[in-house]
């Protein structure tokens, strides 16, 4: 029995060889002939979902690996520097989440023969992860504290905390979308 995580994991894959599959065909339309295509690509359903869907999850991945990154760099600080710590960890995970989220939208989005702006890209994602705390704050009253709640309640809320931030990325990188020179 295959589980949830692997069935998203399969979509995803999917949905990223079939946007660099229509990126190929479209770059050998435009070969055939000698020249490129002129004006903005064409904007791709399946890429924008492999974007969104992509930045989410490695955005999950990327705040917990970055906890681990903070939490190792922050383990010689005396005990009484706890709070300190924990702010560092946290700050940590989310930076690694933010270049998580921008660096797969940028890669999914850049393939092919087309390309667009990584910085463009990462201020999406700042504005994204901005909306996402304000709406964190007025919905959920912050963040849940880690002995209550339930684990599907936490995932739910991490899915949704990262994919703010991929959506405001995704719609930063295609609006910077241009065809590779």
Known sequence: MIGLGAVRLLVLLALCASAAHAQRVLATVGAQDG????GRPELRYERVGAEVA?????????YFI???????????????RDRLRDQIVD????????????????????????TGSFRTTMAGV??????????????????IPADE??????WLMATLECSLPAIGGTIAFN???RWQR
């Open 126 to 143: 700042a504005a994204g992860a901005t909306v996402s705390l304000a709406l964190s704050k007025l919905v959920f009253q912050g963040r």
């Open 91 to 114: 700050a940590v995970g989310w930076t690694g989440a933010a270049f998580a989220i921008g660096g797969t939208v940028y890669a999914i989005g850049d393939m092919g023969s087309e």
């Open 149 to 154: 709640g339930s684990a599907k309640r936490k």
């Open 175 to 177: 609006s910077s979308r």
């Open 66 to 80: 970055g906890r681990g990154v903070g939490t190792v760099a922050t383990s010689m600080m005396s005990p009484d």
């Open 35 to 38: 020249t490129l295509p002129q």
């Open 54 to 62: 992509g930045g989410t999850y490695a955005g999950v991945a990327g």
